[in-house]
């Protein structure tokens, strides 16, 4: 019999994660799965029960939670000989990687997904010998992401990080960063850095409409130059789709970037804190199969 294991944040969604498990194992279960429920606790308890199903040669699980729930599932991957299947049920805040794979933000949409055939090797990203599937960050505007609080998130959703980054333009607009990638180097101040995989970050479907999940790049962005002004500037191309062509942008795609500064300073890595720079950030091209609706891209 096929084995699935639904590793679920019981804080994600309050009371209706509960609900949404039942309906998970009872979808499940009609599909022919002997299913398996395991319910975090604790930091890097969804890593941990992901590579007991790695070792145990299950054939899916399903991350039931937000995006840091997702982060912590896809290490359990890393150095597996068997890499099981990937659902996704969002019941985060922005829940960037399931816009990005076309999986409903509705769970009950998305649990209904889990009967697809369809599946997609999609690319992780590598940090410092962590996976990551979205976006790292780093500079001034990325230690204010780690700043807005789960309060914030319910209430203002994707304009709660708008708030904390002009704030924080304010009181510490950059950062002298080295970037380094390919063969070129780019040396300058800047108060914000991001490597993002897809095309959706911090709830922002156009930051790179061209991007997709199994292209085998990094999409990288470099702010300079940034007032109040000028975010305001940025934002209005962000919104429109054309970020990478504003004048205090620097865009390219790489496979490889390292990021490094004098002073000390913070990352964010799919919406949760990370570690201070230095950075190796590496592609892993069409590492892990997602499970997606039929009719995505």
Not at 140 to 150: D, R, T
Not at 163 to 183: C, Q, S, T
Not at 262 to 267: D, P
Request: proline letters at 4%.
């Amino acid at each position: 019999m096929k084995k699935a294991m639904v590793i679920v944040n019981p804080s994600s969604g309050k009371e209706e994660s509960l609900q949404h498990v039942r309906n998970v194992e009872e979808i499940l279960r009609e599909q022919g799965y002997a299913v398996t429920v395991e319910e975090t606790a604790q930091e890097l308890d969804a890593t941990r029960f992901c590579v007991t199903a790695c070792q145990e040669t299950y054939d899916l699980v399903v991350s039931l939670g937000g995006d840091g729930t997702l982060h912590e599932t896809i290490n359990g991957f890393m150095d597996q000989d068997h890499r099981p299947k990937l659902g996704v049920i969002p019941l985060g805040t922005v829940n960037d990687f399931a816009r990005a794979l076309q999986i409903p933000l509705s769970p009950e949409l998305a649990i209904r997904t889990l009967t697809s055939a369809r599946v997609k090797a999609v690319d992780m990203g590598l940090l410092n010998g962590r996976m990551f599937a979205n976006v790292v960050a780093t500079g001034s505007l990325a230690e204010s992401l780690s700043a807005v609080s789960s309060d914030d998130k319910s209430m203002f959703g994707t304009f709660a990080y708008i708030k904390e980054g002009m704030k924080e333009l304010i009181n510490h607009p950059a950062h002298p960063l080295i970037v380094r990638y390919d063969d070129k180097t780019w040396e300058g101040e800047s108060p914000l850095f991001l490597a993002a995989l897809t095309n959706s970050v911090g709830g922002f479907e156009k930051l790179v409409p061209g991007a997709a999940v199994d292209d085998g790049l990094l999409h990288c962005f470099i702010f300079k130059n940034l007032n109040i002004l000028n975010t305001v500037t940025a934002s209005i191309s962000l919104f429109l789709g054309n970020l990478k062509d504003h004048k205090d942008v620097v865009y390219f795609t790489a496979k490889h970037v390292s990021v490094s500064s004098a002073e000390s300073v913070s990352t964010n890595v799919d919406g949760e804190e990370g570690p201070s720079l230095p950075i190796e950030v590496r592609i892993l091209p069409r590492h892990i199969e997602v499970i997606v609706p039929e009719e995505s891209e």
